[in-house]
């Protein structure tokens, strides 16, 4: 075949040869469109799917774990929760707006096709420093992407986190997780489960939109990437929000065998992965394919990533009744194909077969070995201290947008819709009560590029030591995580190293917290020209459990004891190593705070990770403008150092003095704990030279960030 | 028990939450209406909740108010049936004439979402009874078209009138006079673009809004 042909489908010639060599003959071209899709890195995940195996899977809660649109736990016998995180960063570099859009539009797909009803969203932003006027397009149109569509769809976004650093200049990353609620008979699969059933396509058009996504996705933002605007789809939530009535009440009323939907590399994917697992073959009909445009060619139609689409396996019979439901909503309807046994992938157009391929060829790339060797030129340097005296550094830290509210965002985002927000967006992990039941969950979604580049194995345990520092401030246990591992590009042994050490750092720690990861995604090529993202694993964890009453979030009230949980150490801070994580720690002092809340003997208990004390202080001074006064004795040299350094193990908790006893006996001597000062009226005073008003802590908190962007 | 219908337009998506506050929190009967339903239940108040009516194509409200379930509601509002139309509800109301005034896109131009603090200007609607004159209430707002206007002449009719039902305390979205939820002369209609069906249980943030509904419960009770 033409080399120019091979090269439009961003495949290469190994590849291709492969390709020759397995079919013993030239593909067609829309078979070529076929191999190009599914042997992307996106799709295939030929690049780390060695390295995903070794990560733990199961639990006593797992129902389903990785391997489908999204993973699933049990809350109760009856109810399920499903979630995954899943990332928009190529799209979304291009065309911010409607990369992110689309990027929450496909994690929610994700999520209904289980058979569950969506209930938040949330995200995690890596952007180059505010300073960059470009980073604040970007910024500002991803976020508008996000509002636009999880407000208009009816998924409120209830959280996430946004990190500023130059290494995401050329390559931001969006990464949007997605958490829904189902009954356990509406739990459904992906896999083909029964020869003769028909293939029903339902929702928007086929378009020309998206054409190439998955393989655009899986090469590096260069100039050329630039160019492919083409390649981002364009998003409509409305009818999104049809597509998920519909398909939910198609799941309820028990209509189908088997439900994908049709994400990268469109009715490719979906239809390869759908026959693929229950080991079939399916016949497909791209003349009966519903278009926008009606000069699409076969291979534009199998590549079209055009958005809010799903395939559907009916059971037998029941076609009359999903088409009455889609007439309902007045959405498209088509029978597009049959299931086989012949476990090959066959496609009809103009009545002519124009392809045929054996499903298992499709679904095994070549694996390319690329040894894992460090490269220790890549190792960021370490942060400079700020200079000056206490009040100075202090005043700089409240300054600073970094740690500013991120109220410009999430109050873009719908975050009350469907009333289960307990706690609002901006600090610490989300709280939804689940209705009509006693119980809660505790969601939370960060990453730490810049501590996985100096240590991806350390620096990915203390992404996730920190998720469940959060959910137990709650009072609730970790129960799984979800995973979005955005690296470099593959081919590179120093990614590679990054990657094996991520995956083993994050077996470490998971199976010694019994957390199961139930659902992930691997995002490679994220590379620009001129700089190569830090290795960024985002970590989407959910925890669960009764709490009688959720503790207020920050200080609610004077005459509080404050204290410090956990062993602060000083030399944490500045140092080119990252904090020591001691696990087993981590998972008593876990339980330990979990108890002390269960007993209700904390006023209000809050996480400390991001920022260190000093962060931790200034959001619980500005939830109610409660003020704090510092009373431990320390070095002077030595309090710029305790207050920010990140040691890990650590929670900020306030109590009624009269339970002082008792909470001395809760930590005894088994876990450290230190009383640092006390709630006041109005100021926050940290040494007779360092003190200043809440009024301008609170000030500086709201605009330090929020008037950067609205300018 | 009194009975609400909740209407459903193709990208509403708050009618969950108003059928919710009204079944398991107001503990009142719930009917929900198809937006192509031309017959309208027996009901006590209807209810156009929030959300993205047909997408918000043309203009938030725009299309939903050419429905035909609208013509009905229009004649149900005429001869004196209680509506509130909460958000995209107002925004229908408004695009239907049964309130006046428009809906303009927030000042900032951005969504805005929040909890807010409204005054009670006028308790003396079905829907504000409950309340106590100019009492402060938190009540979240989710809109990017929320901005109310109106020109001098009418401001002054709804003033002299008594339809101004809510006003913002920290005005998020521009709004002329602080307006956050007006009534028609008849006191029987009102829109307004904070969401109490949001506000009715103290776990989630605020209660206040449950009032709301517990006014017309009342106030439907009195007229029976």
């Not at chain 1, 939109?209 to 990437?225: I, N």
């Not at chain 1, 694996?367 to 201290?385: E, F, R």
């Not at chain 1, 006064?629 to 040691?647: F, G, H, M, N, V």
Request: glycine share 8%.
């Amino acid at each position: 075949m033409n080399p120019e042909i091979i090269k439009q489908f961003n495949m290469s010639i190994s590849d291709y040869q492969e390709i020759e060599r397995r079919l013993q003959r030239e593909p067609t071209i829309v078979e070529l469109g076929l191999f190009s899709a599914m042997w992307s890195e996106h799709c295939s995940y030929r690049s780390s799917k060695e390295y995903l195996k070794r990560l733990p899977t199961h639990g006593p809660r797992v129902v389903t774990g990785p391997g489908e649109n999204a993973g699933v736990i049990s809350i109760t016998d009856d109810l399920y929760l499903s979630f995954k995180v899943e990332s928009h960063n190529h799209p979304s570099a291009v065309e911010p707006f409607q990369g992110a859009a689309t990027g929450v539009g496909g994690i929610i797909r994700d999520i209904f096709t289980m058979g569950a009803r969506p209930i938040a969203s949330y995200d995690s932003l890596c952007f180059d420093l505010p300073n960059n006027p470009r980073a604040r397009y970007l910024l500002n149109g991803v976020v508008e992407g996000i509002a636009y569509y999880g407000n208009c769809v009816g998924v409120p976004t209830l959280g996430g986190e946004t990190r500023f650093d130059s290494c995401y200049e050329e390559n931001p990353l969006i990464n949007a997780m997605t958490i829904g609620l189902l009954r356990k008979k509406n739990l459904r699969s992906s896999e083909a489960k029964h020869t003769g059933s028909n293939v029903i396509y339902i929702g928007a058009k086929t378009g020309r939109d998206g054409l190439h996504g998955a393989s655009f996705a899986s090469g590096v933002l260069d100039e050329e990437a630039q160019k492919k605007r083409g390649s981002v789809q364009v998003g409509d939530p409305f009818l999104e929000k049809l597509l998920i009535e519909a398909t939910l009440q198609i799941i309820e009323e028990d209509l189908i065998e088997a439900i994908q939907d049709m994400g990268a590399a469109g009715l490719t994917s979906s239809s390869v992965e759908m026959a693929g697992k229950g080991h079939k073959g399916m016949r497909l009909n791209l003349d009966a394919v519903p278009l926008r445009e009606d000069d699409l060619t076969p291979v534009e139609m199998m590549l079209s990533e055009s958005q809010e689409r799903m395939l559907l396996i009916s059971k037998p019979g029941k076609e009359e009744k999903i088409k009455s439901i889609l007439d309902h909503w007045e959405l498209d309807y088509a029978i597009i194909g049959t299931i086989t046994d012949t476990g090959n992938m066959e496609i009809i157009h103009h009545d002519k077969l124009v392809g045929i391929v054996p499903i298992e060829e499709l679904l095994h790339p070549p694996v390319t070995s690329v040894p894992p060797i460090q490269n220790p030129a890549l190792t960021p340097l370490p942060l400079k201290p700020p200079a000056g005296i206490l009040k100075e550094k202090v005043k700089q830290f409240l300054q600073d947008p970094q740690f500013g509210s991120k109220r410009w965002i999430y109050e873009q985002y719908d975050h009350t819709l469907l009333t289960n927000t307990v706690n609002p967006p901006g600090i610490g992990a989300s709280l939804l009560r689940i209705k009509e039941t006693d119980q809660f969950l505790g969601v939370t979604l960060i990453s730490n590029g810049r501590n996985s580049a100096i240590n991806p194995y350390l620096g990915v345990q203390t992404t996730i030591a920190q998720c469940a520092r959060r959910i137990s401030a709650l009072g609730l246990v970790p129960t799984a995580i979800t995973n979005c591992l955005n690296f470099g590009d593959p081919n590179l042994p120093h990614t590679q190293w990054e990657l094996s050490q991520t995956v083993e750092g994050m077996r470490e720690i998971l199976e010694a917290m019994e957390i199961p990861v139930v659902s992930g995604n691997v995002s490679l090529y994220n590379e620009g020209i001129r700089k190569r993202i830090y290795p960024t694993p985002t970590i989407g964890m959910v925890g669960m459990g009764s709490i009688t009453h959720p503790l207020p979030i920050g200080f609610p009230a004077e005459d509080l004891c404050v204290a410090v949980v956990g062993n602060t150490d000083p030399e944490d801070y500045a140092r080119e190593t990252l904090p020591s994580l001691d696990i087993q720690q981590e998972i008593l002092h876990q339980k330990t705070i979990r108890s002390g809340i269960q007993s209700n003997l904390f006023v209000s208990c809050l996480s400390i990770d991001r920022g260190g004390l000093l962060r931790a202080i200034q959001q619980s001074i500005i939830v109610s403008m409660i003020g704090f006064e510092w009373k431990l004795p320390i070095d002077t040299t030595q309090q710029w150092a305790y207050l920010r350094c990140e040691s890990n193990g650590r929670y900020l908790i306030t109590f009624i003095p009269a339970k002082a006893q008792l909470v001395d006996q809760l930590f005894a001597d088994k876990v450290p704990y230190t009383k640092i000062g006390r709630t006041i009226q109005s100021e926050m005073k940290l040494d007779r030279a360092t003190q200043f008003s809440v009024e301008k802590i609170a000030e500086w908190y709201q605009h330090s960030f929020h008037d950067r962007m609205d300018f | 028990m009194i009975k609400f219908g909740v209407v459903i337009f193709p990208g509403s998506n708050c009618d969950a939450d108003a059928i919710y506050a009204v079944s398991q929190v107001a503990k009142q009967a719930v009917i929900p209406i198809w937006h192509k339903d031309t017959q309208i239940p027996d009901v006590d108040c209807i209810i156009l909740p929030g959300g993205f009516s047909y997408g918000d194509y043309l203009r938030p409200g725009a299309v939903a108010s050419r429905s035909p379930v609208i013509q009905t509601i229009k004649r149900y509002a005429v001869n004196g049936g209680k509506v509130i139309g909460i958000c995209n509800g107002f925004q229908v109301l408004v695009e239907t004439n049964l309130l006046p005034g428009v809906l303009l896109t927030n000042q900032s131009t951005r969504f805005i979402s929040r909890m807010v603090t409204l005054e009670v200007q006028n308790n003396e609607t079905p829907f504000t009874c409950l309340f106590q004159k100019n009492q402060s209430i938190r009540i979240p707002i989710a809109h990017k078209d929320g901005n109310y206007f109106a020109d001098a002449d009418s401001i002054r009719m709804i003033q002299q009138n008594h339809q101004i039902v809510f006003t913002y305390q920290n005005n998020p979205n521009g709004s002329v006079n602080d307006i956050a939820g007006i009534c028609n002369r008849e006191k029987n209609v009102l829109g307004l673009m904070p969401h109490p069906e949001r506000a009715c249980e103290s776990l989630t943030g605020s209660s206040d809004g449950l009032l709301v509904f517990q006014s017309i419960v009342d106030s439907c009770k009195e007229t029976k």
